[in-house]
T-cell receptor, first 112, second 113 residues
Framework: GESVGLHLPTLSVQEGDNSIINCAYS??????FIWYKQESGKGPQFIID?????DKRQGQRVTVLLNKTVKHLSLQIAATQPGDSAVYFC???????????FGEGTQLTVNP | EPEVTQTPSHQVTQMGQEVILRCVPISNHLYFYWYRQILGQKVEFLVS????????KSEIFDDQFSVERPDGSNFTLKIRSTKLEDSAMYFC???????????FGSGTRLTVV
């Protein structure tokens, strides 16, 4: 399953499927990007990050892709599990400063 | 695994009252932050703190907000005169460098009545 970010804030997939969550960013000065997972009542939990000098980075079951040309970031989750159900946020940071700017978030629901 | 600890987990206060939200960042981290999240909305930056002073703040962080690191372990956010619209989850975060290892606490839910 795949989301289109701001225009489709929910994504529902079957357990075992791959999920793709998308994020558009607008600040060309951003040089560092992070995906966070947020479960109900909890703080954002780091999933994976990527710097602007890379276009792909892989972790355990997750891959982040960065397309600076169109200012687009995606998170791919392989073999999605019910425990992956949460809201996923992308966040960006400018070259100068330390604040993170968060996107709107996508609610991922994994059906058993 | 080291974590950022926030207390209390939930605070209810009357409009106009002062509240202090407390955080214990990860011990070897040098940068400290406060973010807030109004219910159902995205996480918003409030302030960053480094070397005992504010390094960056957002337009949300007006004169009714202040931050302090009163000792070597705590980091606090004070809201002087709370308004209904201050109701939100407040997250503390810390990082070792300006961006690396950014870790969030579980948050304090502030309800202003």
């Amino acid at each position: 399953g795949e989301s289109v970010g701001l225009h489709l804030p929910t994504l529902s997939v079957q357990e075992g499927d791959n999920s793709i969550i998308n994020c558009a960013y607008s600040n060309s000065a951003s040089d560092y990007f992070i995906w966070y997972k947020q479960e109900s009542g909890k703080g954002p939990q780091f999933i994976i990050d990527i710097r602007s000098n890379m276009d792909k980075r892989q972790g355990q079951r997750v891959t982040v892709l960065l397309n600076k040309t169109v200012k687009h970031l995606s998170l791919q989750i392989a073999a999605t599990q019910p425990g992956d159900s949460a809201v996923y946020f992308c966040a960006e940071k400018e070259t100068s400063g330390s604040r993170l700017t968060f996107g709107e978030g996508t609610q991922l629901t994994v059906n058993p | 695994e080291p974590e950022v600890t926030q207390t209390p987990s939930h605070q209810v206060t009357q409009m106009g009252q002062e509240v202090i939200l407390r955080c214990v960042p990860i011990s070897n981290h040098l940068y400290f932050y406060w973010y807030r999240q109004i219910l159902g909305q995205k996480v918003e930056f409030l302030v960053s703190f480094y070397n005992n002073e504010i390094s960056e703040k957002s337009e949300i962080f007006d004169d009714q907000f202040s931050v302090e690191r009163p000792d070597g372990s705590n980091f606090t956010l004070k809201i002087r005169s709370t308004k209904l619209e201050d109701s939100a989850m407040y997250f503390c975060a810390s990082s070792r460098q300006g961006y690396y290892g950014y870790t969030f606490g579980s948050g304090t839910r502030l309800t202003v009545v």
